[in-house]
């Protein structure tokens, strides 16, 4: 699976889930019964059965995920760095005038394991830049060095996030992880991506199902 500058399909992150899938159904918004299942826009919200500590307690955003395999952005475990730090690193210096003070002290985040020293930056849309992807009609990931350049110029979009690293499935992977009551999974909202703080997030996903996330047992049933 291609997405811009980045093939995903040869790294995988080794996630499942080993509880029974006929015990206490969980109800979701998809079916992996569906041969034809494109999960990109949803988010995976990881199940208490997540064996796999990287992501437990974790809500991946997938921008991606055809028969190849699946690639997303854990949106809610942050690092120590802040927007503006990661800036400075890589030689850019906000420009005199540029208004970001809000944007530069965005916390980055744990994108995933998978290229854990690149940056990727979910964005609103618009944005024209040299390595876009277009998730959806509101979400798009661009990881091209430009769009942080307009950042640093106080004109890229006011609605990002930006990670280190990301995660992503090989072919078939990332099904057998939601069969293993790995993931639950619904449709992506973006307001949760961008404006909710960080510690909001998980329990933000899991109500879009309905779901008080006290309810869930160490091992739930299928997802």
């Given amino acids: 699976m291609q997405t811009p500058e980045l093939q995903t399909s040869a790294d995988s992150a080794d996630t499942a889930g080993q509880t029974d899938p006929a015990t206490n159904p969980i109800p979701h918004s998809e079916t992996v019964a569906d041969h034809n299942l494109n999960l990109s826009d949803h988010f995976l919200i990881a199940m208490p059965s997540m064996l796999d500590p990287m ?11 055809n028969t190849d395999g699946a690639l997303g952005m854990i949106v809610n475990k942050p690092t120590d760095i802040m927007l503006d730090e990661l800036l400075e690193r890589i030689d850019l210096i906000p420009e005199a005038g540029a208004d970001w003070t809000a944007i530069g002290s965005k916390q980055v985040m744990f994108g995933g394991p998978v290229q854990a020293e690149r940056g990727f930056v979910l964005h609103a849309i618009p944005g024209d830049f040299s390595s876009t992807l277009e998730v959806s009609s509101q979400v798009a990931l661009t990881n091209s060095r430009d769009i942080l350049e307009a950042v640093a110029k106080g004109k890229g979009p006011e609605r990002l996030l930006v990670t280190l690293g990301c995660s992503s499935w090989g072919a078939g992977q990332l099904e057998q992880e939601i069969t293993n009551n790995g993931w639950l999974t619904v449709r992506a909202d973006p307001a949760i991506i961008f404006d909710l703080p960080i510690e909001q997030r998980f329990v933000a996903a899991m109500r879009l199902l309905g779901i008080d996330p006290m309810m869930l047992a160490g091992e739930a049933g299928h997802a």
Avoid: I
């Fill in 55 to 65: 992501f437990g307690g974790t809500v991946v955003y997938l921008c991606e995920h």
